[in-house]
């Protein structure tokens, strides 16, 4: 009995000293909140940067204008942050950014090891650039952890593989605490060309702790479609937070950006902090604040070309998901004409059109061969058709129940692996209307309502799979996670696993409602045979 006792408060002690460790950590909270470990509340800004736009500034003038953007925006963020992410590639965007001399003069060192020195104290050699030192001091005056996306150079000796120069470079996330400290960096493994920096051998595993309690993993962009490293955060390393710096170009009908963040974020159930270059006439823009099943806490794109910061706390008890009501759809989706779209390739794609005035479908339509590459999808469909809109002369979507099991290329960059089922918006009569969208949004009306939709397949178990559920309106938004049911299910003694993805809520101003699968064994790097750069991109 006594040993009992003494077993019972030595745990309450390391118990306690545990949680008083983390709560000692956790200054903001402790003084007015109950003490416990469990404490995991923070808040976060994510920031969308429309770059500088002048061709001929000097790579300084270029690193400096932007530097200044990203600290005003800190600076007129009113609330106390605990973290706050920049996008990728916009302090130098606009460059001419082709091969490796084009990027030194805008990379800079950063150290590998954590050494506690705030890059924006006068102590130390300081390596690093100048924009750099300053967004230490902005961290510093902020009090806020602040990730940054820069150009990396990196000394090595080994002749085989160095540059000339002596400088390997790379795409690379730094992370500076509250003091404008080091943390953490990760260099981004799948690079959307971008030859004038290097790839690392093997993907970084790049995680931090903060002084919240929360660890963060990272990744960047193109990353996102790949297994590496991001599958590997979430399953080999249990992460459930991750910072994301992009530079996307939207494409329809699957992958906008935020469509493309929202995906990831539901189907892992991952806090995700997102944060995108804004450039509307390349498509580029798309930036949010997820927390998985649910659903986006802060959103946006800034259609017409600019700035903006999206701030929201990230706690065990979000905030309902709200629905949208039409009239929202429209302003926003109005605001979306100008904006600048890719367009998916569609022409191998199985197909068949919805016609009007049929209420029900039950359907199968598969695409692909072989035991491991046969896709077929179940679609259960019920629709209302408004013969008033049908007949208003306006321009009107049609739609297509489609199926893919194959191989794309991404712009001529990479090809990667599809297994589709989808239910999608066109402009036309034909499948490669089917990544379109119609000029002027006050043109178009909806005389067709879907009450319900069901979409089903199989897939096999294999790691190098993933579906998502992917689902996009006409105000380029994804549906909230309340008008959808995303489930699956497994079978005794059969390597497969059955996804279905429901609309459960009627809707009308739908683009896009998908199970999108990735296929990794598929992917590889692009090949001159059967692949079409539709993208023709520079980044
Ligand atoms: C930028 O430089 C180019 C080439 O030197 C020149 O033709 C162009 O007028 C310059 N543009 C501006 C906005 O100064
Ligand atoms: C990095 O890129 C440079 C320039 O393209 C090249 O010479 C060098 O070998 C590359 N280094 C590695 C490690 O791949
Ligand atoms: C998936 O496979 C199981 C087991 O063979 C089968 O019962 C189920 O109907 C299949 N689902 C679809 C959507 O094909």
Redesign the pocket.
Known sequence: MHLFITLISILLIVFLCESHEQCGKINRYSESEVCTAEISEYVAAVVEHYPNQEPNLSSEERLMKNTEDFIRILNKIDQNLDIIVFPEATLYANAKMNVHDDALPYATKIQDTITGVSLCSSKGNKEEAAFLINLACAAQNSNTYLVANVIEKSECNDLENCAKDGWNLYNTNVVLDRDGAFVSKYRKFNLFGEHYVNQTAEPDISIFETDFGIKFGMFTCFDILFRRPTLELIEKHNIKHFIFPTMWFSELPFLTALQTQHQWAQRHDAVFLTSGANDPKRGSGGSGIYQGKYGPLKYGIVSEGGSQAHVATVSTHPPEAGGLDATQIDKTAKQMDNFFFLKDDLSLYTSKILTPNQHQYNEQLCSGSGDNNQL?C?FNIQINWNDEILNDGKDHYQYRMVAYSGVRSFSGMYNGGLEICAILACTGEEIGSCSGRFGNYNDVSWPVTFNKISI???FTIDENKVQHPNSLLSSIRPLPVNAVEWLHRY?QD?P?V?WNYNLIEAQSRLFTFAIYGRDFNRDGPPSTKNTKSLGNINL
């Open positions: 077929c179940h089903k397949a199989n079978f059969e497969i059955e």
